[in-house]
């Protein structure tokens, strides 16, 4: 059985509270076809870049976070499933929840997975909870939390992650600003471009929220 592909990791965070229900571990991935219009990672469109990983090594790594569940976004995750189903079936038999954040449409993954796309099939029997939906700048999403605009759904394909619909009134929107020790400045969750310029005026980012 030969290995999986290595993973295009742009970004590790061992634990956030802004990138799904409950403390999570999330896994930025570098590259994306799909490119909409206002991303707030476009500096993870190009598939230059990243560190190339085995997914044996991100599970291991994220099981010794020793938080509930995973995130996986990007970038867009779906285009490199096979490493991520990889990644997700090694935390899921751990006992960890998954979510994934995608710009495709469920329907267009399901279709894919039904026409012999293996690595897509995979993934989603790997994931627990699924965002799925282009991000549109005509219909920001200033309600629900984790995600950019209102057409965006969330999908639940197993039972691991309750409480969907979320509930905004007990599950506010997040936005969470890390400076290390050397002033690097890295954003994650969701903010408007307004908000978040507002913000980080005058400082280095590295912004780090799905498309």
Same mark, same amino acid.
């Given at each position: 059985?030969? !290995?999986?592909?290595?993973?295009?990791?742009?970004?590790?965070?061992?634990?956030?509270?802004?990138?799904?229900?409950?403390?999570?571990?999330?896994?930025?991935?570098?590259?994306?076809?799909?490119?909409?219009?206002?991303?707030?990672?476009?500096?993870?469109?190009?598939?230059?870049?990243?560190?190339?990983?085995?997914?044996?090594?991100?599970?291991?790594?994220?099981?010794?976070?020793?938080?509930?569940?995973?995130?996986?976004?990007?970038?867009?995750?779906?285009?490199?499933?096979?490493?991520?189903?990889?990644?997700?079936?090694?935390?899921?038999?751990?006992?960890?929840?998954?979510?994934?954040?995608?710009?495709? !449409?469920?329907?267009?993954?399901?279709?894919?997975?039904?026409?012999?796309?293996?690595?897509?099939?995979?993934?989603?029997?790997?994931?627990?909870?699924?965002?799925?939906?282009?991000?549109?700048?005509?219909l920001l999403d200033h309600d629900r939390p984790w995600v950019g605009s209102t057409n965006q759904r969330f999908i639940r394909l197993s039972?691991?992650?309750?409480?969907?619909?979320?509930?905004?009134?007990?599950?506010?929107?997040?936005?969470?600003?890390?400076?290390?020790?050397?002033?690097?400045?890295?954003?994650?969750?969701?903010?408007?471009?307004?908000?978040?310029?507002?913000?980080?005026?005058?400082?280095?980012?590295?912004?780090?929220?799905?498309?």
């Amino acid at each position: 059985m030969s !290995e999986p592909p290595l993973v295009r990791v742009a970004r590790f965070l061992d634990r956030t509270t802004a990138e799904g229900p409950g403390e999570r571990t999330a896994i930025w991935v570098q590259g994306c076809t799909i490119r909409c219009a206002g991303c707030f990672n476009p500096h993870l469109f190009g598939v230059r870049g990243g560190v190339p990983t085995p997914p044996a090594d991100l599970v291991a790594r994220v099981l010794a976070t020793g938080t509930p569940g995973l995130t996986l976004l990007g970038g867009e995750p779906f285009e490199q499933a096979a490493g991520l189903a990889a990644v997700a079936t090694g935390v899921r038999r751990a006992g960890r929840s998954v979510m994934t954040f995608t710009g495709y !449409e469920y329907d267009q993954l399901r279709e894919q997975a039904a026409s012999g796309r293996d690595d897509v099939a995979a993934l989603l029997d790997a994931t627990d909870l699924l965002v799925a939906g282009l991000f549109r700048q005509d219909l920001l999403d200033h309600d629900r939390p984790w995600v950019g605009s209102t057409n965006q759904r969330f999908i639940r394909l197993s039972d691991r992650i309750e409480d969907v619909p979320i509930d905004v009134a007990v599950t506010p929107d997040r936005l969470e600003v890390t400076v290390t020790a050397s002033g690097a400045v890295s954003v994650n969750g969701w903010a408007d471009i307004e908000t978040l310029d507002a913000l980080l005026s005058g400082l280095p980012a590295r912004r780090g929220k799905p498309a």
